[in-house]
Every structure is written in C-alpha cells, then in structure tokens.
C-alpha cells in the first residue's frame, strides 16, 4: 500500500497532524517502500531532531535508527 506514490503523499501529507512517533514510523516504513523523496523530507523536518520514539516491533526496519527510533 505504501509503495504506491500517490497514496503515500495522502498518507505523509495527513500523518503532518499525527504525533511525532506516527510520523516517524511512517517515514521509515515509506523508505523502504521507495517513497517519493519530498514527501520524506516533509516528514523528517516535521520531527524534533533531539527526541526518540518507541518503534515496537517497527524497530526492525533497517533504517529505524535514522528515522530517530530508540
């Protein structure tokens, strides 16, 4: 589902008003899935650069630790 271009820009564009740890699962989640780059980059500017979030079980996605998992 992620992988679709256009319907992760409508899932990143309305994750903007999710918290912050939403955010950053999705982001992840939308990397590995080949996500649109200006749609991760909103994302990742949308997260406090200092702050760590709790993935659960998504803290196994290679890329967890960039997308500020603990």
């Known amino acids: ?7 992760f820009r409508r899932h990143a564009k309305a994750a903007l008003s999710e918290p912050p ?6 982001g992840a989640l939308g990397e ?3 996500a649109p780059a200006a749609a991760l980059k909103d994302l ?3 997260l406090n650069p200092i702050s760590r979030f709790d993935f659960g079980v998504l803290a196994a996605l290679p890329n967890a630790r960039e997308w500020q998992a603990r």
């Open 32 to 34: 590995q899935a080949g």
């Open 21 to 26: 740890r939403v955010r950053a699962m999705l």
């Open 44 to 46: 990742r500017q949308s």
């Open 1 to 7: 589902m992620l992988s679709d271009r256009a319907r």
